[in-house]
């Protein structure tokens, strides 16, 4: 394997770190799913507080009718007591999710400047550097998988959900006014960093938060009682038997959106001016309606807007699966999946198609095993590893690639690759190819690609792809993205 140190590059750690602001278990609890937690916690703690608060200011509303007019400015005093307690007590939580919301927020464009460039080209390049970075930092085999796979799956399918927006948007696919008037509003306007973009501001943002929020509602404490049964202890990436499943979406989904109106609620206005704080309120209703909106519709969104969340939560539930009968070998069936789902009309044809296209069968990130050419075209008697860092392959099934090994030697090189099916060894066709080899070559080439005997032994001598992590696990393996001369193979 190649020398060097490892850990992780300056690009892996800020991917590390936006991982852990998400989804995290630490004493500090300050990733968005901790501090979900912690209201549906507080909220079911503090419910009798409001009551009582409530029933208080009611009881002396009442005794106003009734009480002499000696007794009244007792009362009065009273009430006005208990109003400034309810006051308060609903002031203090507006301003906790305030808090919550801006960090939401400064979250949201965090993972906006990573993946987001100045032209289409580089746009697609970020977020393939992104989602391929989050693939090759999460485990493929042992017994960390689903809880890794956990804390990555809502940045990963946020991410999916922005792209796809895009290209329906390029295809003439979404009508939704909304964000046509937000588009439109934003033609030929740079989006700058402190100046209000309504693209960016009341679509691309808003729509990274319902990425990251449709499962909150798993934080709920009714949801993790199903999760990890009454003493705490249970597999919560357990297969669910049917009532459970029912019962969980359904708190989920409900949870969910309460936590979006009630547990984020509005950004607080900041300034002085009374006409700028009325608009940045009503904007700020409808960025909310547009997360509640999208939520709802992601249930059943047939062909409408909810299907940018639908259709990446269903390609990432495979590529970051976290069931226990995930197999690394079978992500490319995620193209499969989807297209099942076309052709039994659970899914949209015109969203699938168009993630499909953007992402190609081969999910970014994956160990691709192919058979190279030589210099007049012909087949060489052996495979070689790459692995899949482009996104928009010209055809779905010929995944963009950067070499990893040439001439079986592991090797940092600018030299990329579009790997055709016929040499693609994850199809049958190319691992035919490759049968005619003797046991003593194919043995020889396999010492050569993995180090360790005792892996090696318990591998199969025509490999269907890689397990890449161990190479991307060293620094001077994490910059795959670079621009490099690309070969057809």
């Known amino acids: 394997m190649t020398l060097g140190s490892i850990g992780k590059s300056t690009y892996s750690k800020a991917v590390s770190v936006l991982i852990n602001r998400i989804y995290d278990a630490t004493p500090v609890a300050d990733s968005v799913y901790e501090q979900a937690a912690l209201y549906f916690q507080q909220t079911l703690a ?11 200011v009611m009881l002396f509303e009442g005794r106003q009718q009734q009480v002499s007019q000696r007794d009244l400015a007792l009362v009065e005093r009273n009430l006005k007591q208990a109003q400034t307690e309810q006051q308060t007590f609903t002031q203090a939580r507006e ?30 390049m970020l977020s393939a550097k992104l989602l391929g970075t989050i693939q090759l930092l999460s485990p493929t085999e042992g017994k960390q998988i689903a809880a890794s ?8 399918k946020a991410i999916l959900s922005l792209r796809l927006l895009d290209k329906l948007l390029a295809d003439g696919e979404l009508n939704n006014a909304y964000v046509q008037q937000r588009l439109d509003a934003s033609k030929g306007k740079k ?19 319902a990425g990251l929020l449709q499962d909150i509602g798993t934080c709920h404490p009714d949801a993790q009682l199903i999760l990890k049964g009454p003493d705490g202890k249970a597999d919560e990436f357990r297969v669910l038997d049917n009532d459970e499943r029912v019962a969980l979406l359904q708190i989920s989904y409900r949870e969910s959106l309460k936590y979006v109106v009630q547990g984020l609620g509005l950004e607080k206005y900041t300034g002085n001016s009374k006409q700028e704080r009325e608009q940045h309120l009503k ?14 519709n992601a249930i059943k969104p047939e062909h409408g807007i909810g299907n940018l969340l639908k259709i990446p939560q269903i390609y990432t539930s495979v590529v970051l699966s976290t069931k226990s009968s995930y197999a690394y070998d079978t992500l490319p069936k995620v193209a499969l999946v989807l297209e099942k789902g076309v052709e039994k009309g659970i899914y949209s044809k015109v969203a699938v198609e168009a993630l499909l296209a953007i992402t190609g069968v081969f999910p970014q990130g994956f160990g691709v095993t192919y058979i190279p050419k030589d210099s007049d075209r012909q087949d060489l008697d052996r495979y070689e590893y790459a692995i899949v860092t482009g996104l928009y392959p010209a055809d779905i099934r010929q995944p963009i690639c950067r070499m990893v090994t040439r001439n079986l030697t592991y090797n940092v090189s600018a030299q990329g690759c579009i790997i055709s099916v016929e040499n693609n060894l994850y199809y049958p066709p190319a691992r035919k190819k490759l049968e005619k080899i003797s046991e003593e070559r194919l043995l020889e080439i396999l010492s050569k690609l993995v180090s360790n005997f005792e ?3 318990n591998m199969p001598l025509l490999p269907k792809c890689w397990h890449p992590d161990e190479y991307f696990s060293y620094v001077k393996n994490q910059n795959l993205w670079n621009k490099v001369v690309i070969h057809n193979n």
């Not at 503090?46 to 208080?56: D, G, I, P, S, V």
């Not at 904007?283 to 709802?296: G, H, W």
């Open 95 to 124: 301003e906790e999710a305030s808090v919550r919301m801006a960090a939401l927020k400064r979250l949201c464009r965090d993972i906006l400047e990573l993946c987001q460039g100045e032209s289409v080209e580089e746009t697609n």
């Open 149 to 156: 796979n956990q804390k990555s799956k809502h940045l990963y």
């Open 191 to 209: 989006a700058l960093k402190d100046e209000y973009h309504p693209f960016r501001d009341d679509v691309q943002l808003p729509l990274l938060m």
């Open 455 to 457: 892996e090696r032994k």
């Open 46 to 56: 503090q419910q009798a507080e409001k009551t009582e608060l409530a029933q208080q």
């Open 283 to 296: 904007l700020e209703a409808e960025r909310q309606n547009f997360v509640v909106m999208l939520l709802k």
